[in-house]
């Protein structure tokens, strides 16, 4: 084979090429080349780290879900033990009314059977003044005998 200048020329020009490629193309290539690693690298840790966080935020989500059905079932627990108070408390208060109302309504039997009497005897002393008239055949005064009357009244 020969060996001309041509050739010696190429591969100087190839070693040259070569040296000023590792030397000047290629170390920012792979700086290039390491960053973006690094950056595929830490961008797939937050996303592992996003996906923890998801999972740790739907936990969260959830315990915070049962909580929540937890205080309102309390709360219902206790608007229905309140109703029921309510209940009870308008029970014994009509209770109490219905009470009173018959109370009431027992003095004012009592009253009205008192009233009763009373014009009764009032009644009874005139039928008696009237049937002892009659018999006497003469007017008895019932100013003058106004003590027997009322005597006679107390016994009826």
């Known amino acids: ?45 937050a996303a592992q780290r996003g ?39 308008a029970k014994e208060s009509a209770r109490e009314e219905a009470d009173k109302t018959v109370a009431a309504a027992g003095v004012e039997i009592e009253q009205q059977v008192s009233a009763a009497r009373e014009q009764l005897r009032k009644e009874v002393s005139t039928i008696a003044l009237a049937g002892a008239e009659r018999i006497l055949k003469r007017e008895i005064d019932a100013k003058a005998h106004a003590d027997v009357l009322d005597e006679l009244v107390e016994q009826i």
Request: proline share 2%; charged share 25%.
């Open 1 to 45: 084979m020969n060996f001309n200048a041509t050739l010696i020329g190429q591969m100087i020009t190839f070693a040259i090429f070569v040296w000023f490629c590792m030397k000047f193309i290629w170390p920012p290539l792979i700086a290039a080349l390491e960053e973006r690693n690094a950056r595929i690298s830490e961008g797939l840790a």
């Open 51 to 89: 996906q923890q966080d998801l999972e740790e935020a739907e936990a969260k989500v959830k315990d915070s879900l049962n909580e929540a059905k937890t205080q309102a079932q309390e709360i219902i627990n206790q608007a229905q033990k309140r109703a029921n108070e309510i209940v009870d408390e």
